[in-house]
């Protein structure tokens, strides 16, 4: 069977950008929001006795101006002539996604076509569509093989109907198989999140080697890995704990041990975990395990601020192991707005979370999601914050109410922009409080802010980024 598997582009719409003044550049750099699509070559893991193609349309699109996407896919199907097509799905692919599906059906009836990812699971009816044959609701790497075994058996009537995790388009309405959501998480780890640690199952990361992935400051290749599923905790924002079921599933050591000794080729690795140290005792023996056997690499990983208070030493182990950036979702500058998030955190654990990591060695890239109903007052709370707690690099998101997450079904009724292309954590999509030009541009301001504070903080800890590696 030939598969032919697509990261639709996201729609280049950035308010904050536009707010910035033409000789500036942003601070956030295109750069930075480039890297592999990993469910993609995840799910290519699985289909290795096949011929399977990536096509990461969205790196294309933010590489290139004036990218036309529709013509690519067209290019593609003529000239790999796929028997299933398989797209990933964030929320602010869903209208790319769309367009490609349209452009897949009238090229050819015949075609398979297969759709998922967080967006089709928290709403899979956003895609019972004619262009759709089947939605993927939850973990993919199975359902796809076992998808494909189906449609290799019978390609006029194929039986998926036992494969569990699908919407199936039965007379113009999805019928669903047996979901994850009714899984056990004994089941999950068994049935389905097992499946990830054959090694003949790994990622198929040479699937995407012709496209650049790199950290362009110290020009670093860099690819991803998974060392766990969902999170611990249930944010209100946030859908990826929704993904999950609700369950925290950290994958054993040794597989991931065995999953990292196939990327010598990359330089940087990030865990792209919802919670890398959601369970800390495999943390501290995955991290133990990295030194033991002298595996080397730069690493990036995510983490809540109470784990870090809580286990300081996992994190100098971390740092020793290689760790030299945490992910943090810092969110709020008051403990009020981390209630209403759900995050069951405070700013005390930020402000020690930051330090302790400081203290390691290790960088800190945190967030803080600015809402619509800031006023002057809310900004400046989180400027004095920032430049009183400098990190490598503090990052701002727009607050979106992301389809399928509790604080849509809070907020849905202030949205005043459905356009999912805007959906992408730079756009408001609900009313902002202060007029909208003003609104942009103090979250240009912080940006800035963020800058000077980076600079300040870097001159003071006497850090500089690495250099590149002679080999990269
Ligand atoms: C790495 C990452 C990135 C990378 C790379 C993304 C890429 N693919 O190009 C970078 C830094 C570039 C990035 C950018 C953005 N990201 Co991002 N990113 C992540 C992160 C940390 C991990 C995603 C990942 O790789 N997961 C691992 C894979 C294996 O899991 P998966 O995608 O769920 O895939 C599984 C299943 O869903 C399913 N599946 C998925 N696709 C398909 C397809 C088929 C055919 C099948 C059968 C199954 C299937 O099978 C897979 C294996 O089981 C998540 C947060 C997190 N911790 O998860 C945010 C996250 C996904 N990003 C998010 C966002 C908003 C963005 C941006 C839009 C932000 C922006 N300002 O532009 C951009 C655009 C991304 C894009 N793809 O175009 C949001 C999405 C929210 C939403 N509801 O859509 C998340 C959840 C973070 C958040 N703040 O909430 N991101
Ligand atoms: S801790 Fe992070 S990943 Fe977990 S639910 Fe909250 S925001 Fe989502």
Request: hydrophobic share 35%; aromatic share 10%.
């Amino acid at each position: 069977m030939r598969i032919l598997l697509i990261n639709p582009p996201v729609p280049d719409i950035n308010a904050i950008r536009d707010h910035y003044r033409a000789d500036e550049e942003m601070e956030l750099n295109k750069r930075e929001l480039i890297g592999p699509p990993l469910a993609l070559n995840d799910i290519a893991g699985a289909l290795r006795n096949e011929e399977v193609r990536i096509a990461d349309l969205k790196f294309e699109n933010d590489e290139q101006k004036n990218f036309d996407f529709e013509k690519a896919t067209y290019d593609e199907l003529t000239s790999f002539s796929p028997d299933i097509v398989g797209i990933t799905c964030l929320t602010a692919h869903v209208n790319s996604a769309k367009k490609i599906l349209k452009v897949v059906r009238d090229f050819n009836q015949k075609i398979l076509t297969v759709i998922g990812g967080l967006h089709t699971t928290l709403n899979p009816h956003d895609f019972s569509m004619p262009e759709v044959d089947l939605v993927v609701i939850g973990l993919g790497k199975r359902t796809m093989r076992s998808v494909v075994d189906a449609f290799k058996a019978d390609t006029s009537r194929p039986d998926f109907a036992k494969i569990p995790g699908l919407g199936i388009r039965v007379n113009g309405e999805l019928k669903f198989t047996r979901q994850q959501s009714e899984m056990s998480r004994k089941e999950i780890k068994e049935e389905h999140y097992l499946y990830y640690d054959k090694d003949e199952y790994f990622p198929d990361r040479d699937l995407t080697s012709r496209y650049n992935y790199i950290i362009e400051q110290n020009n670093f290749k860099v690819h991803y890995i998974n060392t766990s599923l969902g999170c611990t905790d249930k944010c209100s924002f946030c859908g990826l704990w929704k993904f999950a079921s609700g369950y925290y599933i950290p994958r054993e050591v040794p597989s991931i041990i065995r999953e990292i000794k196939t990327m010598d080729e990359y330089p940087a690795i990030r865990m792209v975990d919802s919670h890398t140290y959601g369970n800390i005792e495999n943390s501290r023996l995955m991290f133990q395990s990295l030194i033991d056997e002298n595996i080397q690499h730069g690493y990036i990983v995510d983490v809540r601020t109470d784990t870090v208070v809580k286990h300081p030493d996992v994190f100098e182990l971390s740092a020793k192991a290689g760790v030299k950036v945490a992910i943090l979702g810092f969110e709020a500058t008051t403990d009020e707005e981390l209630e209403k998030y759900n995050k069951k955190s405070s700013i005390a654990n930020t402000i020690q979370a930051i330090d302790t990591l400081h203290d390691a060695g290790i960088w800190c890239a945190g967030n803080y999601i600015i809402g619509p109903h800031y006023e002057e007052k809310d900004f400046e709370r989180v400027e004095k914050f920032i430049t009183d707690h400098p990190i490598l690099f503090a990052g701002f998101t727009v607050m979106t109410p992301y389809p399928g997450t509790p604080q849509y079904e809070a907020m849905k009724d202030q949205i005043i922009n459905t356009n999912l292309d805007y959906y992408n954590l730079v756009n408001s999509v609900v009313k902002t409080k202060l007029p909208e030009d003003v609104f942009y541009n103090r979250v240009v301001d912080l940006y800035k802010l963020s800058q000077l504070a980076r600079v300040e903080f870097m001159k003071q800890a006497g850090m500089k980024r690495p250099e590149a590696r002679k080999d990269t």
